[in-house]
């Protein structure tokens, strides 16, 4: 007997599936969401056949009317998927054909190889611009909230511990910046994606004069693959994209942990808005950056993503194998997991309130200003090395004391290095210590002011 699947391959076979390979090989289940670009690589091909001869002006239209009415029933939820089908591909194909018969010359020249690999690329292109949209909105929401917190002052750490104060603003815009790489990535990896592999046939192009570079146009692609056996078994693609979003995705697990970190009692410098966190059912007192827990949990399963692709890939001999359809639900994994997280992270940032006095009393510790007083004493001539040590002198000497650095007497200083004078004290003023930096970079409130200025520019002129 002869099933749906196998009357799409099955002329060399006597028996139809058994039901547990076809359970077990199907792909429709998950591979369903590639519909649209499955469809738009279909009409193109089906036009080109007629440019070639190949379909007459009837059979194309049937065949791109019927796809149309496909994709509508498609997006209304109405398309009926059979797993006996196997894949998305096969699904839309017999559809066609058992409703306009020119569906049985839509596969000439053709094969699934290059038409998932074709498919792929054109879903994956999408899904780049939709993620650059999503990291454009998480930057904005950064810039937009460096600017309303301008004033705000913050320890900058390094080891965890209080190191210089910084400007929030400061710190805001390092993620702004890395978010940029990670933008640069995805187009780095739209560009490798942009290149149409339909016209590869199963492994060894056709004996039939398909116009590959017009398919190419219809479709948007800039290029068409120089290689058939190469444009049938790559999903190098697929692993620059994983790899893209897992790196994204260990950016945002990083923010995220500097917003649970600075929303907790011991820190106090932010407090995230009801709606954007959760209650404890046990503990009443309790408010939860669940957000921030599950962006900084999630990048988890995006890094695994990236290992399984290419995991996947490293013992594939040429060209397709049936393997390659496990790239699907991973990768579909990773795009639903890091643009939600894109979204979500940017709505609630405009939710966060900062606790200016925490921030103040955190960022006032004039020990955090014992490297500019270093530097004072290397504008009076001590050698870098030896300003340190009687900085650290000057340190030891206050803690002994337990007060303050800024309350050691001017001969208790002279004493340490007869360099010191009442000027140098100077240092431990906050803003003169931000004002002084003149360092291309670094948190002098004039040069953050440019690069929120730089950033609008940027963030505007891209807004999609
Ligand atoms: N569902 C398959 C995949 O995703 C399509 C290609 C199948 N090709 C084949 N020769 N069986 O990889």
């Known amino acids: 007997m002869t099933s749906p699947s196998t009357a799409l391959w099955g002329g060399r076979f006597k028996t139809g599936a058994a039901e547990r390979l076809r359970d077990y090989t199907q792909s429709v289940s998950f591979d369903w969401k590639l519909f649209r670009h499955d469809i738009a690589g279909s009409i193109a091909h089906a036009k080109m056949l007629e440019r070639i001869g190949v379909l007459n002006a009837q059979e194309r239209t049937d065949i791109v009317k019927g796809l149309g009415e496909i994709l509508a029933q498609i997006e209304r939820g109405e398309f009926v998927w059979k797993t006996e089908r196997e894949d998305v591909h096969m699904n839309i194909e017999a559809e066609l054909t058992a409703r306009y018969p020119a569906g049985a010359k839509l596969h000439t020249g053709r094969s699934r190889n290059d038409q998932v690999a074709t498919a792929m ?41 209080r190191a210089q104060p910084v400007l929030l ?93 600075w929303s907790s009692a011991e820190f106090h410098f932010i407090r995230i808005g009801d709606a954007y966190t959760t209650g404890s059912s046990l503990m009443p007192q309790k408010k939860n950056p669940d957000i921030a827990e599950l962006a900084r949990g999630k990048s988890g399963r ?127 003023s906050l803003e003169r210590g931000l004002d002084a930096r003149p360092t291309h970079g670094s948190p002098n409130p004039k040069l953050v002011k440019l690069q929120l200025v730089r950033w609008k520019k940027t963030l505007t002129a891209r807004k999609i």
């Open 169 to 261: 603003a400061h710190h805001l815009l390092a993620y702004v910046e890395m978010l940029e790489r990670d933008f640069e990535r995805l187009s780095d990896c739209a560009r490798r994606a942009d290149v149409l592999p339909l016209g590869s046939g199963a492994i060894a192009g056709s004996t039939l004069p398909l116009d590959r570079k017009f398919v190419a146009k219809l479709l948007g692609f800039s290029r068409i693959s120089e290689n058939s056996m190469d444009a049938v078994s790559d999903r190098d693609f697929i692993v620059e994209y994983q790899a893209a979003c897992a790196l994204l995705a260990v950016h945002l697990s990083r923010l995220a942990e500097d917003l649970i970190l």
């Open 302 to 428: 995006v890094i695994g993503n990236l290992v399984a692709a290419l995991t996947l890939l490293k013992g594939l001999p040429m060209t397709y194998n049936r393997d390659l359809q496990e790239d699907k639900e991973r990768l579909f994994d990773t795009a639903e997991t890091v643009q939600p997280t894109l979204l979500i992270l940017a709505e609630m940032l405009g939710h966060i309130e900062v606790d200016q006095d925490s921030c103040r009393r955190a960022s006032s510790d004039p020990l955090l200003l014992a490297t500019d007083l270093a530097d004072w004493l290397v504008r009076k001539g001590i050698p870098f090395r030896q300003a340190h040590h009687l900085v650290g002198e000057a340190v030891a000497l206050a803690e002994q004391r337990r007060v303050p650095i800024t309350k050691l007497t001017l001969r208790e200083w002279k004493k340490i290095s007869p360099t010191f004078d009442a000027s140098a004290l100077e240092v431990f």
């Open 121 to 161: 690329r054109l879903w994956l292109k999408d899904q780049i611009a939709a993620d650059q949209q999503a990291i454009t909105g998480l930057q904005a929401a950064l810039t937009t909230w460096a600017t309303r917190d301008f004033a705000a002052v913050i320890p900058g750490y390094t080891h965890l511990q």
